[in-house]
């Protein structure tokens, strides 16, 4: 299928496109679910400090996750399972205010919602008051629905997350899921529970193409795919892996738009070496 240009995406009801449109608000769950009524597609990436969101924000991105990816992607830890609370309101309050216009997404990260829907709804109060985000993720279907509903009440909007679950490494690995009659009827009934309990969107990782097509026909809320093939209503990279800063193996469905690590680290080099030298600083560059 072609891919169509944001302005061929526009919207002919006088709503804004998600990407591409102006917009002098900030993006909210009830844009995103006017998206899926049209059939338009929109990007998510995820941001975890100031900066590289108001970049994000500036290009038309119209959501922004910060994920728990922070861990692997930020924090310096090998997984998301030891991310905190604390960190994810950090990052979360950064990212907001590194932003205008995109809808922030916060990860609840694990430990922060397992116990039950009241620790689940503590937790993702705090990054609504504290780092103001307009909505919070958490992984599981059938096993989180009681958590959704209790935060969907709350008028907390829930994005859910099914299919490979990073939370759950230490039980599952880093596998393609709902391969296989049994385990695909498992991921739609995932899917249909999260729905039911009131999320506005879900996050299908790591699943058969031909399966996050079935789930995206089949439910009204949008889905949003990573290594979930091409006919999900949304897509989602973790910003690192997209733009080349992640060092050794990305996964085989990142697409790499750009290689900063080479760009960044030249540039250390080049200002080394102009240290080392003695040409920087120039006149130019110093004051009297
Ligand atoms: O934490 C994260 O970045 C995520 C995305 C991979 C969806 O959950």
């Avoid at 728990?68 to 990212?95: F, I």
């Avoid at 503590?122 to 985000?133: D, F, N, P």
């Avoid at 738009?257 to 120039?282: C, H």
């Amino acid at each position: 299928m072609t891919q169509l240009s944001a302005a061929h995406t526009k919207p002919s009801d006088g709503s804004k496109a998600l990407y591409g449109g102006k917009g002098t608000r900030r993006i909210t769950v009830r844009d995103i679910t006017l998206a899926k009524e049209r059939g338009e597609k929109w990007p998510m990436l995820t941001a975890y400090d100031a900066m590289t969101a108001s970049v994000f924000d500036e290009a038309g991105i119209p959501v922004m996750l910060v994920g728990d990816s922070a861990g692997n992607c930020h924090l310096g830890y090998e997984t998301t399972v030891p991310v905190t609370l604390d960190e994810m309101a950090v990052l979360s309050a950064a990212v907001v205010r590194g932003t205008q216009r995109a809808l922030i997404v916060a990860d609840l990260p694990f430990g922060s919602y397992q116990e039950g829907p009241v620790q689940a709804l503590r937790s993702a109060t705090r990054l609504v008051k504290e780092a103001g985000v307009g909505a919070v993720k958490l992984e599981g279907g059938e096993r989180s629905h009681e958590q959704i509903r209790l935060l969907v009440e709350a008028g907390i909007p829930v994005m859910a997350h099914i299919g490979l679950t990073p939370q759950s490494v230490n039980a599952m690995g880093y596998r393609v899921q709902g391969r296989g009659e049994e385990a695909a009827a498992q991921l739609l009934r995932d899917a249909k529970a999260v729905q039911d309990a009131g999320a506005f969107a879900v996050v299908l990782e790591l699943v058969p193409a031909e399966l996050a097509a079935e789930v995206t026909r089949v439910l009204h809320i949008p889905t949003v795919g990573i290594g979930a093939g091409p006919e999900t209503d949304a897509q989602v990279l973790v910003w690192t892996d997209m733009l080349g800063l992640t060092s050794g193996r990305v996964p085989k469905f990142v697409k790499k738009y750009a290689d900063l690590r080479e760009v960044m680290g030249n540039a250390a080099k080049a200002f080394a070496e102009d240290v080392v030298g003695g040409t920087f600083p120039l006149e130019e560059h110093s004051v009297h």
